[in-house]
């Protein structure tokens, strides 16, 4: 049996004071991938956008999709880092990123899915997750991938938990409440 593969998504508040990083990886079973595609694709509809995307959403349609996404009942791995100053998320994307890795590695995972992003920021992930290899154990294999957000469904997953993990964060629990009993969440100093 194939081990189950991760997905993840951010997302930020930078704060002169504070400000914190989320990353959050829905850890997934290779053998629901088609099966969670499709209902990503369907709770999608006919939004203008190629991809479903937290902050577009209504009020009612994040309730709506986060009630779908805990009904999966799978894992959701959370690195949450503060502080995050003002241009300073991709030094904390790293730490949450090194210890997600590592959090990942003891769920049985050996392949993480990353939305793409520019070539030298896809470039960092793979530093950071070489990096997070030295704190696993010697020969352990770990890869990390990227893929476009408008080509993967299940990387809509992990948007939707990191935007429910920000939403609790600045003051909106009601959209995380239904995902609490499947959210694995570490905090984490992010040192500037």
């Known amino acids: 049996m194939s081990p189950p593969q991760a997905f993840a998504d951010e997302s930020f508040h930078e704060d002169p004071s504070g400000g914190f990083y989320v990353l959050a990886a829905a850890v997934l079973p290779i053998t629901r991938h088609a099966e969670l595609r499709e209902v990503m694709l369907d709770v999608r509809g006919g939004r203008r956008s190629s991809k479903l995307h937290w902050y577009p959403m209504d009020h009612q349609e994040k309730l709506d999709v986060v009630k779908r996404?805990?009904?999966?009942?799978?894992?959701?791995?959370?690195?949450?880092?503060?502080?995050?100053?003002?241009?300073?998320?991709?030094r904390s994307r790293a730490l949450c990123l090194q210890r997600l890795v590592v959090e990942l590695h003891g769920a049985g995972v050996d392949t993480l899915v990353a939305e793409a992003r520019q070539a030298d920021l896809n470039k960092r992930d793979v530093d950071s997750v070489r990096h997070a290899r030295l704190y696993l154990p010697r020969g352990t294999v770990f890869r990390v991938e990227h893929r476009f957000g408008k080509d993967e469904p299940l990387l809509w997953i992990a948007d939707v938990v990191a935007g429910?993990?920000?939403?609790?964060?600045?003051?909106?629990?009601?959209?995380?409440?239904?995902?609490?009993?499947?959210?694995?969440?570490?905090?984490?100093?992010?040192?500037?």
Do not use: N, W
């Open 69 to 90: 996404v805990a009904d999966f009942d799978e894992l959701h791995v959370v690195t949450v880092g503060t502080p995050v100053r003002p241009k300073r998320q991709e």
């Open 164 to 192: 429910a993990v920000r939403a609790r964060l600045t003051g909106s629990a009601a959209f995380f409440e239904p995902l609490s009993g499947c959210v694995h969440e570490i905090r984490m100093d992010t040192p500037t």
